[in-house]
């Protein structure tokens, strides 16, 4: 079974038009999350999602809306592709912890290689 | 914000030779974590650090935080093949779980 799934692999499509991108995770966390790779491989976390609660949205354009229809889902609209949005999209979750001295891992899915022509 | 330094951002070494990789916080860090993400892959968890000046290994991984909490490093003895990838630190501050990437140091091993 696969911890952290995403649809599609791969996505190449034109610029302007508006894509979505799916990420489904089965491991009962609490929490979700979406990181962009450009190609120099640096991973930038653009959005996080406590039980379908936004928490983190990092300067990030507008054009990406994050939407949670529940917690083992986390969901990319992308509207308007421009070339600088290439890059591989990763999503992941983690357990929500209280306390401070409770960290998890982030799980991540395989992520989805846009590419805008 | 938050910032992570990781250096160097790559190492080619010849196999059986071994490989660090640092990472340096402009903030105290509450833990540190450490990934993998081979070639065409996607980042793996391999550890987390939480206490001042903790050491961990994994065979011939050995993973230590700073007494400050500020920095950490990755040692792997005697590289194979299968070492090969991106080993990115993360951090986060106190109280948060939002994790802040380096940029990656990438290992190449020369059979």
């Known amino acids: 079974d696969t911890a952290v799934s995403q649809t599609p692999k791969y996505l190449v499509t034109q610029m302007g038009n508006d894509k979505s991108i799916k990420c489904e995770q089965n491991?009962?966390?609490?929490?979700m999350y979406w990181y962009k790779q450009d190609s120099k491989k640096f991973l930038k976390i653009m959005f996080s999602y406590n039980n379908k609660e936004l928490i983190i949205n990092e300067t990030v354009p507008n054009r990406f809306s994050p939407k949670s229809p529940d917690k083992a889902h986390l969901n990319l609209h992308i509207n308007s592709l421009e070339l600088g949005d290439s890059a591989v999209y990763f999503c992941?979750?983690?357990?929500?912890?209280?306390?401070?001295?409770?960290?998890?891992?982030?799980?991540f899915g395989p992520g989805t290689r846009l590419t805008v022509l | 914000g938050q910032q992570v330094m990781q250096i160097p951002q790559y190492q080619h070494v010849q196999e059986g030779e071994d490989f660090t990789t640092y990472c340096n916080s402009s903030?105290?860090?509450?833990?540190i974590q450490w990934y993998k993400q081979r070639p065409g892959g996607h980042p793996v968890f391999l550890i987390q650090l939480v206490k001042s000046g903790e050491v961990k290994k994994q065979k011939r991984l050995t993973f230590q935080f700073g007494e400050a909490k500020k920095n950490s490093s990755l040692h792997i003895t005697a590289t194979q093949t299968t070492d090969v990838g991106t080993y990115f630190c993360a951090g986060s501050g106190a109280g948060s779980y939002q994790l802040t990437f380096g940029k990656g140091t990438k290992l190449s091993v020369i059979p």
């Open positions: 491991l009962g966390h609490d929490t």
């Open positions: 903030t105290t860090l509450s833990n």
């Open positions: 992941a979750s983690s357990r929500k912890t209280s306390g401070v001295s409770s960290y998890n891992e982030q799980f």
